[in-house]
T-cell receptor, first 112, second 116 residues
Framework: DTGVSQDPRHKITKRGQNVTFRCDPI?????LYWYRQTLGQGPEFLTY????????KSRLLSDRFSAERPKGSFSTLEIQRTEQGDSAMYLC??????????FGSGTRLTVV | KQEVTQIPAALSVPEGENLVLNCSFT??????LQWFRQDPGKGLTSLLL?????REQTSGRLNASLDKSSGRSTLYIAASQPGDSATYLC???????????????FGQGTILTVHP
């Protein structure tokens, strides 16, 4: 059990470019969550998976955002045509059922 | 819609003081409540998890209580140290039906600074 891993740790991209983040959850955890956190705010829910099924998406997740969890293992979050307002920390978490969540270190995105 | 509020937004105390952080939530249909710590620019570290059937949990100098009926939780930190300086976040796990089951809703956090 190596915890929840996120890659990359930091990403700087130009406005309009596409970016993809990866999250590797704790291996036996069946739930995987994506959150977004801006400076001075608490994390905001984006989406979550139970195994490979994406069960809920927040209204925050515009059409430019897509998340996948093939085979119920790792997950990717893609942002297309990035905007400056997408700059934030993107946090991934996993849990076994509705037990306590374990968070990764996050991916900090800066759109310039 | 669940809303979580944390008071105070920021707290600055001298080393050695005992302190209390407050968290309130609007919907009592929760499965559990977690307190997290976040250092600047880092991810979240889970401190304590309280199931909805429990009243409190303790870990070292930390004690968290839960009053589900009134929608409140407190995090008590004894004998604070400069290393406790961080942002403390409260999050509730929804016990509502449907796809919201198990989703975490966070408060804005309390920024704690402990001076030597």
């Amino acid at each position: 059990d190596t915890g929840v891993s996120q890659d990359p740790r930091h990403k700087i991209t130009k406005r309009g470019q596409n970016v993809t983040f990866r999250c590797d959850p704790i291996s036996e955890h069946n739930r995987l969550y994506w959150y977004r956190q801006t400076l001075g705010q608490g994390p905001e829910f984006l989406t979550y998976f139970q195994n490979e099924a994406q069960l809920e998406k927040s209204r925050l997740l515009s059409d430019r955002f897509s998340a996948e969890r093939p085979k119920g293992s790792f997950s990717t979050l893609e942002i297309q045509r990035t905007e400056q307002g997408d700059s934030a920390m993107y946090l991934c978490a996993s849990s076994l059922g509705v037990g306590g969540c374990t968070f990764g270190s996050g991916t900090r995105l800066t759109v310039v | 819609k669940q809303e979580v509020t944390q008071i105070p937004a920021a707290l600055s105390v001298p080393e050695g003081e005992n302190l209390v952080l407050n968290c309130s939530f609007t919907d009592s249909a929760i499965y559990n409540l977690q307190w997290f710590r976040q250092d600047p620019g880092k991810g979240l570290t889970s401190l304590l998890l309280i199931q909805s059937s429990q009243r409190e949990q303790t870990s070292g100098r930390l004690n968290a209580s839960l009053d589900k009926s009134s929608g409140r939780s407190t995090l008590y930190i004894a004998a604070s140290q400069p290393g406790d300086s961080a942002t403390y976040l409260c999050a509730v796990t929804s016990n509502a039906g449907g796809t919201s089951y198990g989703k975490l809703t966070f408060g804005q956090g309390t920024i704690l600074t402990v001076h030597p």
